[in-house]
C-alpha cells in the first residue's frame, strides 16, 4: 500500500504474475467444463480372473469438438473410500468423434477383495490432441465370439473398400453384457490394406467362466496417408456362443465279416453179413463246409461337434 487507503500500483512482475494465475485457472475451469461434456456410461467392475477387478466402460463425447489421441484415468477405490490404485490407459479407439463414444478397460494390479469401486475420466495430458478424422470404407463381415469356459475367442474379417490403402487398421472389440454395460475390451492389428484386400483378426480375452459376456462390438479404424485417425465403422451385437468342452461321440459300426467254419463228420459205409466184412477204407470222412458270418463290430469313436 502507498499513502494510507490508496492501493499501491502493481508493478509490472506482479501483473505478469496475476494474469498468468487468471488465464491458468480460466483454463483449468475451461477443461472441467470440457470434461463434463464427455460422460462415462455404461461401466463395470468384475473380477474377470478370479484374482483381479476389471473396471470398464464407455465414453459419450458430446463436446462438440472431434477428440484425436487419447487416455483414461481408472482410480480404484475400496470400501472406506481410500484410494488404492490408478491406472493411466488409451482408449479403444484412436479417436472419439463429437456425439460418438470410446470405450476403455482397465485391470487392478491389487487384490480384487480389496476393491469396491471403479472410476475414471479422460486424461488432459501430453498424449490429449483434438483434430479432424479422415473417412473409410470398411466391411467387418463373419464375427464370430466363442467362449470356451474362461477364454473368450473372437473371429473375423475386414475388407478395405477404398481406393485408399488402410494404414495400421486396428479391430477394437467390445465384450457387453446382458444389461449392455461394457465388461472388457481387447484389440488386434492388422497389416495394411489397400484397395479390395482382406485380412483376418483373431482376439482372445479372458472373461468370467458363467454368462456374464454376452454379446461384441467389433469397430475398426486406422490412419489415412498423412497419418491422420479414420473414422471408425463397427459391427455390433455379435452373440457370445459357449463352447462345449466335451466333444459328443458316436459308434460307427464296421461291415460284418464272414468267416468259414468247416465241421468234419463222419458217414460210416458199413454193410453187416453172416461173416462180417468190413468195406475196404472204413468209416468215411465227408467234409461240410459251413458259412458262419461272424460280426466284427467295433465302434469307432468320432466327433461330432466343434468344441471351438
Known sequence: MG???VPRPLDKEETIVKKLVAMALFGLAGLAAFAGTCTVTHISLVSTDGTHKTFAGQLDNTSGVNILQHNFVVAFIDSS???VETKSVSGCL???QNNNSDFFSAVSTSSSSGISVGLARIAFDGSFKVGTVSSQDVTISGVTARRLDDELTIRGTVKNNDSDTLH???VCIVVRT??????ITVKDTLDDLSEDEEGDFVATVTVPDNDTADSVDVYVDGLDSDDNPTAPEAKLNSAVDECDATPTKTNTPTTPTATNTVAATNTPTQTPTSTPTVTPGGPTLTN???NTPTKT???NATATNDPC
Open 94 to 96: 484412436r479417436s472419439v
Open 178 to 183: 446382458s444389461g449392455d454395460n461394457v465388461l
Open 297 to 299: 463290430n467295433t465302434p
Open 3 to 5: 499513502r494510507e487507503g
Open 288 to 290: 461240410t463246409p459251413t
Open 81 to 83: 473410500n481410500n484410494l
Open 168 to 170: 495400421d487398421p486396428v
